[in-house]
């Protein structure tokens, strides 16, 4: 199983960026899906996840009204949608799938 992400980069405070997470070699349907980031010092964290059997998804109060995690089962991929962004989202980002047995490599967010 491959996490691949993309999307990260560096924006201005109040810009976009959309990250995406495509998942290879995983021939089930995964429950869960989610984004977590990790900043310099910092514990990692979850931002959003989303599960599919709860059918409900979940955001750390931080990013709640900015950002939107979203799936297409067709492309084995989740989408982080990210606006407004802040400072303190500078951070690598990984997706993770499958109740985080799997996780990506990650990708940096700065915002200045």
């Known amino acids: 199983v491959q996490l691949v992400e993309s999307g990260g980069g560096s924006v201005q405070a109040g810009g976009s960026l959309r990250l995406s997470c495509a998942a290879s070699g995983y021939t089930s349907t995964t429950n869960c899906m989610g984004w977590f980031r990790q900043a310099p010092g910092k514990e990692r964290e979850i931002v959003a996840a989303?599960?599919?059997?709860?059918?409900?998804?979940h955001y750390v109060d931080s990013v709640k009204g900015r950002f939107t995690i979203s799936q297409d089962n067709a492309k084995n991929t989740v989408y982080l949608q990210m606006n407004n962004l802040r400072s303190e989202d500078t951070a690598l980002y990984y997706c993770?799938?499958?109740?985080?047995?799997?996780w990506g490599q990650g990708t940096q967010v700065t915002v200045s």
């Open positions: 989303t599960y599919a059997a709860l059918n409900r998804t």
């Open positions: 993770a799938i499958d109740d985080w047995a799997y």
